[in-house]
Each structure stands twice: as C-alpha cells, then as structure tokens.
C-alpha cells in the first residue's frame, strides 16, 4: 500500500511547504527502496513575475507547470511526467498600468487592477498507462487585450498542442468551467500515481486545507507554518473539515481554521538554520519509515 503525506500551508504564501517537502522526498529517495513521488494537485504563477522560469519550463517540458513540482521532481530519480505530477495549473497575468489612463487616476488603476487576472489554465487527464490529454481554459477578454501582459509567441505553441481548448468570459463560466474538468484530472493523475508509486508526498495550494479529494487518502497530515510544523491524524484532521464545512457552508476551509477547532497531536520546532531542519525532518521521516515497517 502507498503511503501518503499531505503537507499544507498556514499562509497563503511562504509557509514553507516546498521546502519541508523536499526535505521528505529527499529523505525517502536517499534512505529507502521505495519509490517516491511528489504531487502538487493545483498550482499558480503569474506570467509576469515568474516570466523567465514560465519560459524555462516550457521549454523544458512542453508545457505549463508548477515551478514548486519542478523542484520537488529534481530531488527524485522518479522520471514522472511533470503534468501528472500537477495535473491543474493556472497561469496569471497583470494589468498594464500605462494603459489604464481612462480610468481616471494611477490611484484609481491600482485599487481596480491590484489582483492578477486568470490568464488561461491547464487541465491534464491521465489513463492507467501514464498518456495525457489536456484541456486549457482561456479568459477570452484579456487573452489577447493589450491592456493585459502576455507573450503570445509563448502562450500560443502551447496552446496549439492541447486536445480542447474552452474559453470563458467571465467568473461565473470560469467557476463552471472548473467544476466541470477540477475532479477528474486531479483523480486520474493521482490514480496513475497510487499504482506506480511506493510513497507520495502531496503539496497543497495556498492556506487551503482541503484542495483536493485525494487528500482524504493521506496517512498523515502536516501543517506548516514559519518555525512550526503542526502533526494531525487524518481522522482528527478531515473530521474537523466537514465540521467545519457543516457550519460554513459557503466558505472554503482554510488550515487556520482548522487549527482553531482541532489540536494536532504533536507540534514541532522549525529552525531558520537549514541544516537543524533537516535533522528535525529527518527524525519525523524516519518516525514515518518506522510506522510504515
């Protein structure tokens, strides 16, 4: 049976989930005969702040991925494809101030446009022999508006290779659009790893304590957050999720508010000092190795 570790994030930036997952791909890669595979169901970059490595990994790998599995997959021999590893990802875009001077103001600009817009997304399906077909889903009204940053010499290659391609114009059809392809290209990725893999370790999205099904089929659930890293059973965990859900029905579930209504059964300390933390994972990795035994 797959072992499967869930680490989630308690910001929505820089809580540390690649690195400490890293540190438990490494540490099975190098000190077990199992064979280890990253997961990272849903990821996001932004076409702007991330054009040079966006570019690099196309080139690379024929196709939009997360830059977090890109670094995950380098600390494993596992040769599995990088669109299975991350079978969803959105790339983002920004708005071109200069180009907004009808608006009114800078000031005006900036409070308008500060979040970035969607600029296309990746779904990738997966069948038992590993072969992948993709649908991309493109926001038509800013896909090709000048008064949004885009490189179509690098978005259109890769588009001309997807199997289907869906435009959609606003929220509510992206929000459909979603729903329809989310499940299934997460399950059929996650499928194909559960039988070609010995343990998986799955990187979540954000603050999001739940991003996908697969979760629900973690043995053990990690939290983390700057200096810290919070340990949970999965029963203790998901129980607290569907409570939670039970109450807020149309709020997402975040792993804070999960840390408010369950405690974990064990809290760590992280050290800034990258060799300390090493040994602390290290010493939960093999309180894992032991478990799986």
């Not at 043995?219 to 203790?236: A, K, Q, R, T």
């Amino acid at each position: 049976m797959v072992f499967i570790v869930f680490i989630g994030g308690l910001l929505e930036y820089n809580s540390g989930k690649t690195t400490i997952a890293k540190d438990m791909v490494n540490f099975f890669e190098n000190n077990s005969s199992m064979k280890v595979s990253p997961f990272k169901p849903l990821s996001g970059n932004n076409l702007f702040y991330h054009y040079e490595q966006v570019v690099e990994n196309a080139a690379r790998h024929e196709d939009f991925v997360s830059l977090d599995i890109i670094e995950l997959l380098n600390e494993t021999s596992n040769d599995i494809k990088a669109t299975i590893a991350n079978p969803v990802h959105k790339l983002n875009t920004q708005a071109i101030a200069t180009r907004f001077y009808e608006e009114g103001s800078i000031n005006t600009f900036y409070k308008k446009y500060q979040d970035s817009e969607a600029l296309l997304q990746r779904f990738s399906f997966c069948d038992s022999e590993g072969k992948q077909k993709s649908t991309y889903i493109v926001n038509e009204p800013i896909y090709k508006n000048n008064k949004f940053w885009n490189d179509e010499k690098l978005t259109e290659p890769i588009l001309k290779k997807a199997n289907e391609i869906k435009l959609f114009k606003n929220d509510p059809e992206y929000y459909s659009l979603n729903s329809k392809y989310y499940a299934d290209s997460i399950q059929t990725s996650f499928e194909y790893l559960k039988n070609s893999s010995d343990f998986i370790v799955i990187e979540g999205f954000n603050d999001s304590a739940h991003p996908a099904w697969c979760v629900r089929e973690s043995n053990l659930i990690l939290l983390l957050g700057p200096g810290s890293i919070f340990i949970y059973d999965p029963d203790v965990y998901f129980r607290a999720i569907d409570n939670y859900r039970a109450i807020n029905r149309n709020q997402p579930s975040t792993t804070n508010e999960i840390l408010k209504i369950a405690s974990p059964k064990e809290s760590l300390h992280l050290s800034i000092d990258a060799a300390e933390r090493k040994e602390t994972i290290s010493k939960l990795a093999n309180q894992i190795k032991d478990e799986i035994k």
